[in-house]
Structure formats: structure tokens, C-alpha cells
């Protein structure tokens, strides 16, 4: 009980306000002022750190998706005169082996690895919430089982089972999103699951089931809404691990073939040429990388910052 | 305890089984089948006839689980036609040195982590905490082959003072010294980064817990409230996620093994991708995963060693 | 020591400042306390008024938001605010040791009891390993562990509350400190366990001529065990003078008001208590004057005009009011009948809650010709317990509910009380249709409750509703106040859009709250606000019962009595059943027309309250009277030490016979052989006790409650 000292509801009525006393209901939004995502926007920006992370992920974004439609070049056709030129006017980041402009090789790359990490977060994120919710509102021997075959998947090493799935079928980009995902959402329905278990037994949904609301009304009334702050969270670390995921995988050259590329192939690109001092072909794809898996991080830890002072306040 | 010992035992049966159904599962849900597979597409219906036969793929699917599964428990894991041996004495030749690369930079991990994690929470929100946790959150959103290519660059291309490649592992001691220091550091700051920012999110909340107020309240200094309150409370929950990390270290030494050319299942199982070489694929699987389950098993009995809570159930 | 008692602590206009990020507040503000050798003195309010920050600023055990940024806190010649961290080390715990809250989360989960207790020993002496053990032996002696040589081993959580509490003590006092600061001690536990460490600590702060600050929100306790008192608000001492002298003219109107609110045993169901209106005020934004003003039912304009100062009055109290009570009020009597000065903003003035008054003959004779509306029979609730593989040879279970059987009639205030751990919640739980018991039938107006299908009982359900303990938790933090309010409505579909908000807005009337609060979220009120806001609630769908589990044992003392009085003004207009369940028997007295008494599962006691607590039948009902703190000084000092020993026993190996023998000062061989029948003792009142306090009368026995055959009473 340290907190003895702390200060009250910092919202409620000030004494000195009494003539102010309003007797209708209150007509517009502007009269609730705490509202829970106004709250939860006031502590993310108060997070420096959260802000510059979310700052650099636009930026990164813009850079693949609307860089090219500024900085011109063929991404296609292989050109062999052109082959490890370093950066000069015309290719202002140099070029691949294969004659292509890095620069805008960065950008193509950045997309499919923004792609895929928003897909995986997405999807792994979806399909982990709602198994793990039916598995803990189920109970009982469904949750069991359930979970069993969680934590059976969960003791493969994952990128193990996905180089083995990726050596199975033919990857795209698409099919490539499905493999990473089928690993990712084991520890989200893990985490689900605890959440719900403890939701559960919240003395809320309790009375919810006191008054003889269905299953069906109290995931929706109150254990979804409530779900939601953490697994906004882990689903934004998910894109994260995602990122780094993909490129391990294009890093063995199992990514999707050229012309088609991404950040985690151009590094291993860069690797392979590291000796010949192409510095150009590594460095860049792996300060982006970093950069982008960074920011996703940080923005991951500013969230979570919301969601435990939501939990805080109760 | 030894009730705890044995359900956790069971737990991890049950999970071995389920997981020797699902590799067994995609075994079989190969394109053309595992015969296909093993032979190739230009094989002849009759030699694809004569192994389906042989490998008792004609039989009913549980029969063949039963089959494979019993093969699997004696050892048996199959035979890989693309290297002309037994999956068993490959894993048999690879494996040892994956146990030494993996064992090896855990315990420099850990042993780095729990010191560091311990004081970034003592110092926590100081410029010290604040640049160590700068640090470790790089190297945590650090691709490992990137991390892996920063050390070959300031320790070989830089300095030359340690080789770019453990291609010839295996001579002499000091040579083994010298050709595994960057696969180990590389692999072992990855987790550092990890086991400590847990280290360090343990320890404050140790810190701020009631037990502790009631040790400073006794008149006791950082040192010993560091090292009889905090280290063990905070060591028992490390010592569980560092059970659940070991799929992400074993990943992590599939990317380091490639990229050093480190010759342990890592780059044996990359190989077998590349060739398609599905049986090798299978037994590098289960036995990785076998080895995930035990570690956590045994982080587990950590942890029940150190907590009383559970031991004494 | 021979000499005049020697002053050990001297803190001198103390203040306490947080730096929060809604700015910096002072948590504790010009606080000036003595403590003598061998006094103990008793620093009392409600949480959020300092008390507690009081005493970790003389350990400088503040949090790191907290600063010491004025003051002096004198111990032996030298002033602790000055001393360096390492230098206050070898202070705390040895000059000064403090024992918390909750002892479970006190002590270290992970080392040995003994190796805790000898700590203090090995960092201010250097005592040998062997020495300090030995030492912490004698320690666990002194305290009253049983088998201390045996449990030196143990960890704290192999040993119950109690316990564990005992051994913080003996853990403080190995050094032997010459103050200890004990943080509500007894506030994690039960009242006769309370009882038990109380008396321990009047023991050893005798033995070992020891100062003690006792830092508790209990004025009950505060009355029996120390010498003075001071009362803070807000971060403030609004009084202070000896406990006879404060208890027997209070001079603070919030130390009277406080006072007044505490339920008594002796407030019976138709007398009313007064509540203090609103909440303490927000420290962060503090607007002048006292700060008690908006509060206070004297207050004038000059209270808001000016901070009084706590100043001595011609009798000895040290008070901080421009006109203290019974001294200088201007208005008089007709002052008294003022509503406080100034309103909370979303309060309702006209509707707070006011308890009718009900003339106690006349409820008596409706309630015992009204219908019965819960009729239970045998019930049994067992809970497996799953042991090594959970499967084969599981046939441990804890026995939470064996073989209850009771009746409430149609308008009635059940009261069950008994110890954390005897079954009573479990019992509600199951009347609310919210667990299946293991055997026996709940009857709700003649329909069993097991026998209905999934449909009739959600239909049913509006029929029973929970009141709950925690007002934080039982309100979604996601919902608005409104939508919360109306849920039940829409679940059952009672009337359209537009009545189910005219509906909630009724209700919220009902419960003193401002229309306004339909748009705001539960983390915008204050505890008591809550609870009405789920009272409310409860209320939407007009039930017959409610069942309330602890409704008022999170709230601070004033509060309680709003929400107490609510609950009792909500009954008489909606004709009400209640099911009160509660470890608090002074918050039952003042609720309940019928008592019921569990102890480890079993119904011990059950009659018209007023009987009950007059002439208790069973010896743990009057152990647990008994132990209830008074705050009155003459009655409190007056008590023979702790009534009830020992700790309950576990419910998964119930002592055979009598449950309660194990604990009880009369229990002879026939108690551990015979399980004890009911007997009458007076109308509707029956007890289950083979050595009965009271003599067994021949009036008929409750409905439902099966008595004894005369000739087996000898």
C-alpha cells in the first residue's frame, strides 16, 4: 500500500464548481472528456520514444509505396554493364550484381517486407484472438486440448518448421504471409486464452451472466472490448517478429524469386559481396531493416504503456 | 514435487506425440508423396511402386504413424538418398556440435544477461539504464545475419584478429576456440538482448515489491538485497522464459550456422531445404523439437528448484 | 527505567511531497507527533489522509516519487531527515522496525521463515549464522509459533495469515527496536485473529518497553490498544489528544462524524447512522480554507476563507477547527441540522441516502407473517482437489458447504457471517444460481433452482441479482455508466430504446447520482459512487433478492454508512430481499432482521439478530462478538484477551464432531465424537453446540431447521 500517499480520481467534482451543476444529460461528446481513447492517446504521445518509432514507420512507408512513383527505375530487366556500380549521380545508392538501381531496389523490397509483416500481424493476430478466446471461454476439456496442440507447435523452433513449410510450397508473397502466419498466432492464442481465463472471472462478467446474458453477449459486451488493448499490442510486436522472419527466410533463399525482392534478400545479397567492399548493396537494406523493426518495437512498447495504465486506472 | 515432476513429464509427452502427428501429417501431405519426393519426378512407376511397397506407404495411415513412430523411437528416422546415409548417423555426426555452439553461447548469455538485467533494474530510468536498454533493443530488432555480419566486419575485415567462417571446424582445440568466438558471440547478443530486457523487468518488480520493502525496512544494503531478495525471485522467472526461448535460439543458430558456414544441423538442415531432401528435413524437425521440450522440462525443474511455491506442493 | 518516560520519537511539522505527473501533492503536511517509551500511539484515518505515508517517512521508506521536503523526525538525538542512506540503514531495523498490511506479500516467498527473522541480527551485528538462528528460535517463541523449532524451516507460505503476521512481528523485533511502526497490522486479517495479534502486540510492547506508532483505519482498534490518538485528514492532524479524552468529547467534526458512521453491535437494525456526505477532497487540487469544509455539516463561510490551525484547547486536545464541537459553535444546535456547505458536483443533494426510520415491533410482525422467498435444504458444496496425476485415488475434497439448511422470508435481511474461509460465499454464490452445489435443494418462491432449464433460469435470474465487494472490479472499464445501467434491460429485453434510458435514468436518481453520469466512465468516480453505480445496476430489472457478498468492506468508514443506508432506503421502497454476507458483524447488526453464523462450512448459529447478539448460544458466536474492536475505550480495555484461539482448520480434513472444538475454550471428548444438533434457544433462534452459553428453551424451531429430539439434550 504505497500508494497511501497518492492522490485521489483526479476527475471527479471539484467542490468550488457548484453552481455549474448541469441537469440535463450532457448532449454532445465534448461532455466526456476521459473517454478511454482519449486516455490512451494522452499516454502514447507522452511517450517520446512511441512517437519518433511511429514517425519513422510512416516515413518508411511512404518510402516504399510512394517512393516510386517518384524515383524512377527499372526493376525488371537485369542489366550487366550496369553490375556493382557504387553510388553516383545516376543510381544514387549504386547498383545490385544484376545492374539495378539499389535505391529504388529498397523501395520494391520495402514494400513486400511492409506487406508482409502487416499481413502476418494481421492475420496471425485474428485467427490467435479467436481461437485463444473460444479456448478459454470454452474451459473444460475443449481448452485442453485446444491448448495442447498450442504448445506442441509452439517446441518446434519456428523457423525450422517454416523453411519446412517454405521448402513444401511454392512461395509468393501471399503463400509466404500463410507460413509465417501459421507460426505466429500459436503465442497469440496462448496469450488470449490466459486473458480470458482471468476475464472470465471479472466480477463484471459475472453480473453480466447474473442478469442471464448468453455466452455470445458477454464476448461481445465485455470480453472482446477487453481483450482489446493487449492483443493490439502483441499484434503490433507480431509485425515486428514477422519482419525479422521474412528476412531470415530471404536471407536462406527461400523468398520469393527476382525480379521480386525484399530487404532480408538484398542483405544476403550485400553478405555474399561483402569482401569485394560493395558497402552499398549491404548497409542500407540493413539500416532499414533495423530502422523499421525498431520503430515497430518502440510503438509496441508505447502501446502497452496504454494498455497497462488503462489497467491501472480500472 | 514429484507429483509436479510427473505431470510435467506427462505434459511433455503429450506434446512430443502431438507433434510427431503433425510432422508425420506433413510427411504426407508432401506434393506426389514422400516416394515422389525421395526419388524425384522422372522416377519409373514401378520404382515408385517397389519403395511404396518397401516403406509400407500401401498400408492404412494410422498403421504407417504406428510404423514410423516406432522406427522414430528406436532411433530409425529414415534414410536421405540425396547424401546416401541414414537420417540417424547424420543427426549423429551434426548434432554434437549444434549441443556445443547452442550450449555454449546460452551459457555466455545467460551469464552476461542476469548480471546486466539485475543492474539496469537497480539503476532503473538512469542514463546507464537508459543507453544499456538502448542497446539491447537494437540488437533485439536486429536481424541475427546482420548482427552476425557486424562482428565478421569489426573482428575480420577490420581487424583480422578472428576468421569470417567455421567451414573447418573441427581441428585442433585452439583453432575450434578461434573459429567458433564469432558464431557464439553473435548467436549469444541476440539473447542477451533478450534474457536481459526480462531480467531487467523482473527485477524492478521485485524491487518494488512488498518483501523488498520489508528487507529495507530490516536495514538491509543494495548488495545484499540484490543478492538474497531479488536474484533468486527474479532468477525463477527467467529461468522459465529462457526454457520457452530455446525454439527462438535454435532458430536463431539455423540463420548463424548458414551464414558462418558452421557445419551443425543448422546448416545441414538449410542444405536439405535447398535439396529438398525431405526425410533429413523431418529428423532435423523432431529432434529439434525434441530438444526444445526437454529444455523447457528442465527450465522447468529450474524453477521449481528455486521457487519453494512449487516445489513444496 | 524509573525515571519520567523517555521521549523515543519527536517528529517535528513533517511534510510529504509526491511528485505525480498531475503535479506535486503533499501527502503528509505539517505533521508534528511524540512518542514516549512503552506508549502506543494510535494514528487514525481513511485511505489517501497520510497516515501511511506518515510512517514510511520516518523509516525514509517513501516511494521514488515521494520526497521529504520539510521537517524533522528526532529519534535519539538525531534527526533521520539528515542522515545519509548509509547511516539510515543502520537505523532501520534496528533502531526503528515496521510491519506491514499483508504478510503474505511481506515476507520473501523463496527463503526460510528462520533465516527472515534472524536477518535484522546478521546486518546490524554481525551475529554468527548459528547465534542469530538461535536467537530467531527465541523469537518465534516469544511471538507464539507453534513447533517453532520445527517451522524455522518453513516458507511463508506453508503458514497461514496469522502466522505469517507473527512472524513479521518476530521478524521487527529481533533487534529490538526501540519504536515500531505497525502499518495496519491487522487489516488483512480476521477479527479473531486480529484479536490475537493485538493482544501480542500489548504484550510485547510491555515486555520489551517498546514505543509502537499504530497506524489503522479501525477506530475500534485504535480505542482498545493505544494511549493516544491522532486523527488526520487529507494530510493533515485535525485531532489529537489521549484516547479516553477523544473518544469521550471529540472536538474535530470529522473525528465526531467519523466516529458516528461506525456501525456499533449496538446499533441494531432500526436505528439509523449518519453518513458524511461526499469524499475526501482531491490533494492535487486543493482550493483553500479547511479542507474538511465541503464535508462538514458546521461549515461556514470562514472555513473556506482560511486553513485553520491545529491549536490546544483549554482541555488538552490539539484541534484544527475554527469552531471545535461542544465548544464554540455559533449556530448551535440549529447547525447541526445544516446540509454540508457545499455539494459535490455529481451528487444528487435532495437524494442522498437517508436510512428510514422503521419502528423495530412493527417490522417484526410483518416479516414473520410474509412469505418465504429462499428455502434451503441440506446443502453440500464440495470442491475437488486435484493432486500428483489428478486422476485415481483423488478423493480429496474441500469442503466448503456441509449440510446448510436455512429459510428467508419475502422482505427480510439475511446476515451471514463467519471467518474468510467458513463457506459463506460459496453459499451465495449458489443462491445467485451462480455455482451448483454438490447436493441439497435452493428453493426461490417454491421453484428449485437446480431444476430449471437454461431458459427459465436466465428469465429467472432477474430475480436474483449480486452485489459485489469490489466496486473497481465489477463495473467494465470499457462501458460508459449509462450503457453499464442499462445492460440488464437489454439482456432482457425489457421495454424499448427510449424506456430503457428513461429506466437508467431513474435508477440513477434513485441512487443520489446526477443524470450526467451516463456518459462517463467508471474510472471517473470514486469507490462509493461505484458501488451505488452497480447497486443501480442490480436494481434495473426490479429483483426480489439480492445477494451481496462484502458490499462495504473496500470502503473507507464514511462511505460505508452511505451506501449501508442506501441499501436499507432502497429496501423499504422496493420491498427487497437481502442476502448479506459479511465478516464485518457490526455492519450485519446494523442490516440484518436474521443472523446466521458459518463456521467451516456448517451452520453454527442462526436466529433474530437482536437475540444472536444478546444472548449468543454457540461459543464461537460469542468469540466472534467478542472480538469485534469497539471504539469506545471503557468497553475495549474492559476485555479478557483474544476470545477465539488458534487459526481454522483446513476444509479438506474438517476435525471430526464439533468443527469448532479444535478452538474452543469449552470443548470436551463428547464434542470431538458427536457432531452437535440444533437446539432452540428463544423464538427462531437455534444453535448447534453440545455446551450451549444459553439455556435451550422449547419454542418451535425455525421452518426447515431440524432440532434435537428433547431427550437427546441432557
Excluded at chain 1, 98 to 106: F, H, S, T
Excluded at chain 2, 61 to 82: M, T
Excluded at chain 2, 210 to 216: I, L, M, Q
Amino acid at each position: 500500500m504505497t500508494t497511501q500517499g497518492s492522490p485521489q480520481m483526479p476527475t471527479q467534482g471539484t467542490p468550488q464548481a457548484p453552481t455549474q451543476l448541469p441537469t440535463v444529460v450532457a448532449d454532445s461528446e465534448v461532455a466526456t472528456p476521459t473517454s478511454v481513447w482519449r486516455l490512451a492517446m494522452i499516454t502514447f504521445t507522452e511517450n517520446r520514444l512511441a512517437l519518433i518509432g511511429l514517425i519513422v514507420l510512416v516515413l518508411l512507408i511512404l518510402f516504399s509505396f510512394v517512393g516510386p512513383l517518384v524515383y524512377h527505375t527499372n526493376q525488371v530487366a537485369t542489366n550487366l554493364i550496369n553490375e556493382n556500380l557504387p553510388p553516383s549521380g545516376s543510381h544514387l545508392l549504386g547498383t545490385t550484381p544484376e545492374g539495378r538501381d539499389e535505391l529504388g531496389r529498397l523501395m520494391i523490397g520495402g514494400r513486400s517486407t511492409i506487406e508482409v509483416g502487416l499481413g502476418v500481424g494481421l492475420l496471425a493476430t485474428t485467427f490467435g484472438l479467436v481461437y485463444g478466446a473460444i479456448a478459454g471461454f470454452a474451459g473444460g476439456i475443449v481448452d485442453v486440448v485446444m491448448m495442447r496442440f498450442v504448445d506442441a507447435l509452439l517446441s518446434i523452433p519456428y523457423l525450422f518448421f517454416v523453411v519446412l513449410l517454405a521448402a513444401i510450397v511454392q512461395v509468393n508473397l501471399l503463400m509466404l504471409i500463410l507460413v509465417l502466419s501459421m507460426v505466429s498466432w500459436l503465442s497469440t492464442a496462448r496469450l488470449v486464452r490466459g486473458e480470458t481465463l482471468s476475464l472470465r472471472t471479472r466480477d463484471f462478467v459475472v453480473a453480466s451472466q447474473g442478469f442471464g446474458a448468453r455466452a455470445r453477449q458477454v464476448i461481445a459486451r465485455h470480453i472482446t472490448p477487453n481483450l482489446l488493448g493487449v492483443v493490439v499490442v502483441n499484434g503490433t510486436l507480431k509485425v515486428a517478429d514477422a519482419i525479422l522472419a521474412f528476412a531470415s527466410v530471404a536471407y536462406l533463399g527461400l523468398g520469393p524469386a527476382p525480379p521480386a525482392t525484399n530487404w532480408g534478400e538484398l542483405i544476403s545479397t550485400g553478405i555474399n559481396n561483402l569482401f569485394d567492399g560493395y558497402w552499398w548493396q549491404l548497409w542500407p537494406a540493413g539500416v532499414l531493416i533495423v530502422a523499421i523493426v525498431l520503430a515497430v518495437n518502440v510503438i509496441g512498447d508505447g502501446l502497452s504503456d496504454v494498455v497497462e495504465v488503462r489497467l491501472q486506472k480500472r | 514435487m514429484i507429483g509436479y515432476v510427473v505431470r510435467r513429464l506427462g505434459q511433455a509427452v503429450v506434446v512430443m506425440v502431438i507433434v510427431s502427428i503433425v510432422v508425420f501429417g506433413i510427411l504426407h501431405l508432401l506434393p506426389g508423396g514422400l516416394v515422389r519426393a525421395q526419388l524425384g519426378p522422372r522416377a519409373t512407376a514401378l520404382a515408385v511402386h517397389d519403395l511404396t511397397v518397401q516403406e509400407g506407404l500401401n498400408k492404412p495411415l494410422v498403421v504407417q504413424y504406428g510404423i514410423w513412430a516406432w522406427h522414430a523411437l528406436q532411433g530409425n528416422l529414415g534414410f536421405s538418398y540425396k547424401l546416401n546415409q541414414s537420417v540417424g548417423s547424420l543427426l549423429g555426426e551434426y548434432l554434437p556440435r549444434d549441443l556445443l555452439l547452442v550450449g555454449v553461447s546460452m551459457l555466455f548469455a545467460i551469464a552476461i544477461a542476469i548480471p546486466l538485467g539485475i543492474w539496469q533494474g537497480y539503476r532503473r530510468n538512469r542514463v546507464d539504464d537508459h543507453v544499456l536498454s538502448a542497446v539491447m533493443l537494437i540488437f533485439y530488432s536486429m536481424p541475427s545475419f546482420l548482427l552476425g555480419v557486424l562482428l565478421i566486419v569489426v573482428f575480420n575485415l577490420w581487424t583480422g584478429l578472428l576468421p569470417s567462417t567455421a567451414t573447418n571446424f573441427g581441428g585442433s582445440v585452439g583453432n575450434d576456440v578461434q573459429v567458433l568466438a564469432l558464431p557464439v558471440l553473435a548467436l549469444c547478443l541476440g539473447n542477451v538482448s533478450y534474457f536481459s530486457r526480462y531480467m531487467r523487468s523482473a527485477t524492478v518488480d521485485n524491487l518494488l515489491s512488498d518483501h523488498v520493502r520489508t528487507a529495507v525496512a530490516k536495514g538491509a544494503a543494495p548488495r545484499r538485497l540484490l543478492a538474497r531478495h531479488v536474484l533468486r525471485n527474479s532468477l525463477s522467472s527467467t529461468m522459465t522464459l529462457i526454457g520457452l526461448t530455446l525454439p527462438y535460439v535454435l532458430s536463431g543458430s539455423l540463420i548463424i550456422e548458414a551464414l558462418f558456414n558452421f557445419p551443425g544441423m543448422g546448416l545441414l538442415f538449410w542444405n536439405a531445404a535447398q535439396a529438398r531432401d525431405f526425410p533429413v528435413l523431418l529428423g532435423v524437425v523432431l529432434v529439434v523439437t525434441v530438444a526444445t521440450v526437454v529444455g523447457n522440462l528442465l527450465a522447468d525443474l529450474g524453477y521449481a528448484a528455486l521457487d519453494p511455491r512449487v516445489r513444496l506442493k | 527505567m524509573s525515571e519520567a518516560a523517555k521521549r523515543v520519537l519527536e517528529v517535528e511539522h513533517l511534510r510529504t511531497e509526491f511528485h505525480l505527473r498531475a503535479g506535486t501533492v503533499a501527502a503528509v503536511d505539517d505533521v508534528s507527533l511524540t512518542i514516549d517509551e512503552g506508549e502506543c500511539v494510535g494514528l487514525v484515518g481513511e485511505s489517501g489522509c497520510g497516515k501511511s505515508t506518515t510512517g514510511l517517512s520516518i523509516m525514509r521508506l517513501l516511494p521514488a516519487v515521494g520526497h521529504i521536503t520539510a521537517g524533522k523526525v528526532m529519534l535519539g538525538g538525531r534527526d533521520l531527515v539528515g542522515l545519509s542512506e548509509p547511516q539510515m540503514r543502520a537505523v532501520r531495523g534496528n533502531d526503528v522496525a515496521m510491519i506491514f498490511q499483508d504478510p503474505m506479500t511481506s515476507l520473501n516467498p523463496t527463503t526460510q521463515i528462520g533465516v527472515q527473522v534472524a536477518e535484522p541480527l546478521r546486518i546490524h551485528f554481525g551475529t554468527s549464522r548459528k547465534a542469530a538462528m538461535d536467537r530467531a528460535l527465541e523469537m518465534l517463541d516469544l511471538v507464539g509459533i507453534p513447533n517453532p523449532r520445527e517451522r524455522m524451516r518453513d516458507y511463508p507460505h506453508q503458514l497461514s495469515g496469522g502466522l505469517r503476521q507473527r512472524v513479521m512481528i518476530a521478524m521487527a523485533l529481533t533487534a529490538e527496536p526501540k519504536l515500531l511502526i505497525a502499518d495496519e497490522p491487522t487489516t488483512a486479517l480476521d477479527v479473531t485473529i486480529q484479536a490475537q495479534i493485538l493482544d501480542l502486540l500489548d504484550r510485547l510492547r510491555s515486555e520489551l518497553s517498546m514505543a509502537v506508532l499504530l497506524i489503522t483505519h479501525d477506530m475500534g482498534v485504535i480505542a482498545g490498544r493505544a494511549d493516544r490518538v491522532i486523527v488526520m485528514y487529507a494530510g493533515k492532524i485535525v485531532e489529537a489528544a489521549s484516547t479516553p479524552e477523544l473518544f469521550g468529547t471529540t472536538r474535530h467534526p470529522y473525528a465526531q462524524a467519523l466516529l458516528e458512521s461506525v456501525p456499533q453491535l449496538t446499533t441494531s437494525s432500526t436505528d439509523r447512522i449518519p453518513s458524511i456526505p461526499g469524499h475526501p477532497p482531491d490533494l492535487a487540487n486543493l482550493s483553500g480554507g479547511c479542507r474538511f469544509a465541503p464535508r462538514c455539516r458546521y461549515a461556514e463561510p470562514a472555513c473556506i476563507a482560511a486553513e485553520p490551525p491545529l491549536e490546544t484547547l483549554p482541555d488538552g486536545h490539539l484541534v484544527a477547527c475554527i469552531h471545535p464541537v461542544g465548544l464554540a459553535q455559533a449556530a448551535g444546535a440549529g447547525a447541526a441540522e445544516q446540509p454540508p456547505a457545499v455539494e459535490v458536483v455529481l451528487e444528487q443533494p435532495e437524494s442522498l441516502p437517508q436510512a428510514p426510520v422503521v419502528d423495530a415491533a412493527a417490522r417484526r410482525s410483518e416479516l414473520a407473517d410474509a412469505p418465504l422467498l429462499v428455502e434451503i435444504e441440506n446443502l453440500v458444496k464440495e470442491f475437488p482437489i486435484r493432486r500428483g496425476l489428478g486422476i485415481g485415488g483423488g478423493a480429496a475434497s474441500l469442503k466448503a458447504i456441509s449440510g446448510v439448511s436455512l429459510t428467508i422470508r419475502r422482505g427480510e435481511t439475511f446476515g451471514l457471517a463467519g471467518e474468510s474461509g467458513c463457506g459463506k460465499t460459496t453459499l451465495g454464490r449458489i443462491v445467485a444460481a451462480h455455482e451448483y452445489p454438490t447436493s441439497g435443494t435452493v428453493r426461490i418462491e417454491g421453484d428449485e433452482l437446480l431444476k430449471l432449464s437454461r431458459a427459465e433460469l436466465r428469465r429467472h435470474r432477474s430475480d436474483l441479482q449480486l452485489m459485489f465487494q469490489d466496486p473497481y472490479a465489477s463495473l467494465d472499464p470499457r462501458m460508459r455508466v449509462g450503457a453499464i445501467i442499462r445492460e440488464p434491460l437489454m439482456v432482457q429485453g425489457v421495454g424499448n430504446r427510449r424506456q430503457q434510458w428513461e429506466r437508467v435514468a431513474e435508477l440513477l436518481n434513485e441512487i443520489g447520482l446526477n443524470r450526467r453520469a451516463v456518459d462517463l466512465y467508471p474510472h471517473e468516480f470514486s469507490g462509493g459512487q461505484r458501488q451505488r453505480i452497480g447497486m443501480a445496476r442490480a436494481l434495473a430489472l426490479s429483483p426480489r433478492l439480492i445477494v451481496a457478498d462484502e458490499p462495504v468492506s473496500a470502503l473507507d468508514v464514511s462511505i460505508q454508512s452511505q451506501i449501508l443506508n442506501l441499501m436499507k432506503r432502497l429496501q423499504s421502497d422496493h420491498g427487497l430481499t437481502y442476502m448479506v454476507i459479511s465478516h464485518d458483524l457490526a455492519v450485519l447488526r446494523y442490516l440484518s432482521d436474521t443472523i446466521g453464523v458459518m463456521y467451516l462450512g456448517k451452520l453454527v448459529e442462526l436466529g433474530p439478530s437482536a437475540s444472536v447478539y444478546a444472548n449468543a448460544a454457540h461459543p464461537y458466536t460469542h468469540g466472534l462478538i467478542q472480538a469485534i474492536p469497539i471504539p469506545d475505550p471503557k468497553i475495549e480495555r474492559a476485555k479478557r484477551s483474544a476470545p477465539v484461539r488458534g487459526e481454522l482448520p483446513s476444509a479438506v480434513n474438517p476435525p471430526s464432531g464439533c468443527r469448532f472444538r479444535t478452538r474452543c475454550p469449552l470443548a470436551q471428548e463428547i464434542c470431538a465424537e458427536l457432531d452437535p444438533p440444533m437446539q432452540v434457544f428463544g423464538e427462531g433462534h437455534v444453535a448447534a453446540c453440545h455446551f450451549p452459553l444459553q439455556s435451550p428453551t422449547d419454542d418451535a424451531p425455525p421452518r426447515g431447521i431440524t432440532v434435537a429430539a428433547p431427550a437427546a439434550v441432557s
